[in-house]
């Protein structure tokens, strides 16, 4: 399973990587895998302000629909556009295309309560050899 060194994790599988004070957010390698073919995305207003653990965007695939919760608290300050058109960017690359909002992170203390690479990557392991 794919695990990017470069970014911090929730126990929800949202994926967050700092760029200075703005946030880089998406879902994991494994939740994509979990939910499988991703056919709607609903992405938060620009703007909003969001606390972290809070609900803010919806992923629809053929097996469930999953909420998607804010890694940190922070203003949306761009949503990824491109997956209205196209949300199974999120299953071909969720660490790259598949990017679901840009924050302005208020707090980074607030990453210390996010998973490093190595902790998430043993959450997951024992789901590693679930079938997707």
């Known amino acids: 399973m794919n ?3 470069d970014r911090f994790y929730s126990a929800s ?3 967050l990587l700092l760029e200075g004070e703005t946030g880089v957010v998406g879902i994991t ?5 979990e939910l499988s073919d991703i056919v709607f995305v609903e992405l938060p ?6 606390r972290q653990g809070e ?4 992923i629809e695939s053929v097996k469930a629909a999953s909420d998607v919760y ?3 608290t922070g203003e949306i300050q ?4 491109g997956l209205a058109q196209e949300p199974g960017r999120i299953n071909t690359d969720p660490y790259g295309q598949g990017w679901l909002f840009r924050i302005r992170v208020q707090n980074p203390a607030e990453t210390a309560r996010l998973q490093s690479p190595e902790a998430y990557a043993k959450l997951t392991a024992g789901a590693a050899g679930t079938p997707s």
Do not use: F, S, Y
């Open 55 to 58: 609900a803010v965007a919806t």
């Open 45 to 50: 207003e620009i703007g909003a302000h969001v």
């Open 13 to 15: 599988h949202e994926w």
């Open 29 to 33: 390698d494994h939740a994509q895998r």
């Open 78 to 81: 761009e949503v990824n556009a």
């Open 3 to 5: 695990i990017p060194t």
């Open 70 to 72: 804010a890694p940190v």
